[in-house]
């Protein structure tokens, strides 16, 4: 595979994949008794839904909603030594309107539910075993069939499920159970499941969505991770299952903080490039970089801005921190600026090539435009840094700029877009893609914050619609363990940039690499990817 191919594939860069660990998991599987369909944690799709999560409603919310509960679910696979099997919705299961619009002014149609045909009237033979097969039979005396293909409706419409993870297992017990009967077993607070497979086997199957898999996490899982509470041969397994090397496998045994064994684990997750992208998304996402202009090859900055409030420069530094400390958003984009400055030298002769994701890029501009101009459409900052901004076209709609005016949330209607055709969801997610992939393989990434969400058992509350107050974080609504989580992108974008020190010159620098990430507030803590 090329450089080219793979440098659109996933979120990791082409370097720093292991491409060998299907290989390996090959010949594990050829050893096997038989019996590795025999533990399953089977995925139910979340794809779309807002179980309590206040994501904004835009596309890249959305993306790290789901992406992050892909990633949890295929550390608690490995884990706890299941195949991971996805359960994919069938269309029956959603109510999309047959028009282009969603009628009634309400969240409308997800991405996931969008036919998108024009998609598949483009699609080439590259796509053809990621699509889903159906054979459609004539109403005439003839019964004649013809065969149709449309895209899969769950987490596969976005992501290529690898066989490393799935161990080439179906989905379980397909005579007793079918998907509304899987689906179903959540509402009733079922979660694991013995039935008799088709093969005759009895399969022990977990079947869990994204809420139920961090309420597991957190509940059962999440101490029991750490190597130190692993006797030696659990964590060497474990890494193992992750794709690591013998003596990586060795060392991961020997980690016992628990920053320290989340970082190797992130690293061990990133590696296998999990998060490879459908071959009609890799498409896309590469058409949409390429007419960014971003040297991908180059030297480059990426800045995520959330939830952005324009704020003087010269604002009363008292004011900045007590409205932080209310919102924990309103950060001036000038302070993005100077945390990515600080320890870099002045007098480069070539601008900075600057990438910024916001969901208020006119205000972002206007803040630009107060610096002073360089040479070539170039702007200076600090007196010495030439930089070159490009803004990602992927914001959703503008909302209206006052002094006064809230931060936005999803409570106000900031973040979502006021059109929610297919064709824009589609444009908006193609977007989101972009722009991770561009954030996530940029020299030096700037956010925030990167802290996670408090954990559920901080908050001892009985209403599962209770409002907490918490002093970083804002106003949450808790449901079981679904809590706003504004940091989930950054932290996603911080999982693919992880990589194990395999590097004899920086032997110094700890069993894991993390490539060059700042936050403008608090020092950034590790934890699990997917949280």
């Known amino acids: 595979r090329g450089y080219e191919s793979a440098q659109f594939e996933t979120f990791v860069r082409p370097s720093e994949i292991d491409f060998g660990i299907q290989r390996r998991r090959r010949r594990e599987e050829m050893e096997d008794d038989g019996g590795r369909c025999d533990d399953i944690l089977l995925f139910l799709p979340t794809t779309g839904r807002r179980d309590g999560r206040r994501d904004g409603g835009d596309a890249l919310s959305l993306l790290a909603e789901e992406l992050n509960d892909y990633l949890l679910a295929a550390l608690v696979a490995t884990y706890t030594d299941r195949a991971m099997v996805l359960l994919e919705p069938p269309p029956a299961t959603f109510t999309t309107s047959s028009s282009s619009k969603a009628e009634g002014g309400g969240i409308g149609p997800s991405w996931f539910d969008c036919p998108l045909d024009d998609v598949i009237a483009k699609h080439s033979k590259k796509d053809t075993p990621h699509l889903i097969k159906e054979e459609v039979v004539s109403d005439d005396d003839n019964n004649n069939s013809t065969i149709t293909y449309r895209l899969p409706t769950g987490i596969s419409r976005l992501v290529r499920h690898p066989q490393w993870l799935s161990r080439n297992c179906p989905v379980p017990c397909q005579s007793t159970y079918n998907f509304n009967k899987w689906n179903a077993l959540g509402d009733k607070g079922v979660r694991r499941v013995t039935c008799q497979n088709d093969d005759n086997r009895k399969a022990d199957v977990f079947a869990m969505n994204g809420a139920d898999l961090r309420e597991h996490f957190e509940n059962e899982l999440r101490d029991q991770m750490m190597s130190s509470r692993m006797t030696e041969e659990e964590a060497r397994a474990f890494a193992l299952r992750l794709g690591a090397r013998a003596h990586e496998a060795e060392t991961f045994g020997s980690v016992d903080s628990e920053d320290d064994v989340w970082e190797y684990v992130s690293a061990l997750l990133a590696r296998t490039g999990i998060g490879r992208l459908a071959p009609w998304m890799e498409r896309e996402a590469k058409a949409?970089?390429?007419?960014?202009?971003?040297?991908?090859?180059?030297?480059?900055?990426?800045?995520?801005?959330?939830?952005?409030?324009?704020?003087?420069?010269?604002?009363?530094?008292?004011?900045?921190?007590?409205?932080?400390?209310?919102?924990?958003?309103?950060?001036?984009?000038?302070?993005?600026?100077?945390?990515?400055?600080?320890?870099?030298?002045?007098?480069?002769?070539?601008?900075?090539?600057?990438?910024?994701?916001?969901?208020?890029?006119?205000?972002?501009?206007?803040?630009?435009?107060?610096?002073?101009?360089?040479?070539?459409?170039?702007?200076?900052?600090?007196?010495?840094?030439?930089?070159?901004?490009?803004?990602?076209?992927?914001?959703?709609?503008?909302?209206?700029?006052?002094?006064?005016?809230?931060?936005?949330?999803?409570?106000?209607?900031?973040?979502a877009r006021k059109s929610n055709s297919c064709a824009d969801l589609h444009r908006s997610m193609v977007g989101a893609v972009a722009d991770l992939m561009i954030l996530a393989k940029s020299d030096t990434f700037v956010a925030a914050s990167f802290d996670p969400p408090p954990s559920p058992a901080a908050f001892p509350i009985s209403s599962s619609s209770a409002k907490v107050d918490h002093p970083i974080y804002g106003d949450y609504v808790m449901g079981g363990s679904n809590i706003d989580n504004r940091n989930a992108m950054a932290r996603l974008v911080r999982v693919f940039r992880t990589s194990v020190n395999d590097r004899p010159g920086r032997r110094d620098d700890g069993p894991v690499l993390v490539r060059d990430t700042r936050a403008t507030e608090g020092r950034i803590r590790p934890g699990p990817p997917g949280l």
């Not at 030297?299 to 959330?306: D, E, F, K, N, Q």
């Not at 008292?318 to 030298?345: E, V």
Request: hydrophobic share 25%; charged share 30%; aromatic share 8%.
């Open 288 to 415: 949409r970089i390429k007419s960014t202009g971003l040297p991908m090859n180059w030297p480059y900055v990426g800045i995520r801005v959330r939830d952005y409030d324009d704020m003087d420069e010269d604002e009363d530094e008292l004011n900045i921190k007590l409205q932080q400390k209310k919102s924990g958003t309103a950060i001036p984009f000038i302070k993005y600026l100077r945390t990515w400055a600080r320890g870099n030298r002045c007098g480069n002769v070539e601008a900075h090539p600057v990438y910024v994701v916001t969901d208020n890029p006119e205000a972002i501009m206007e803040e630009i435009d107060r610096l002073p101009k360089g040479p070539g459409g170039s702007y200076v900052m600090g007196g010495c840094h030439k930089l070159r901004f490009t803004l990602s076209d992927n914001a959703p709609e503008p909302k209206p700029r006052t002094k006064k005016r809230p931060l936005p949330s999803s409570d106000n209607g900031g973040g």
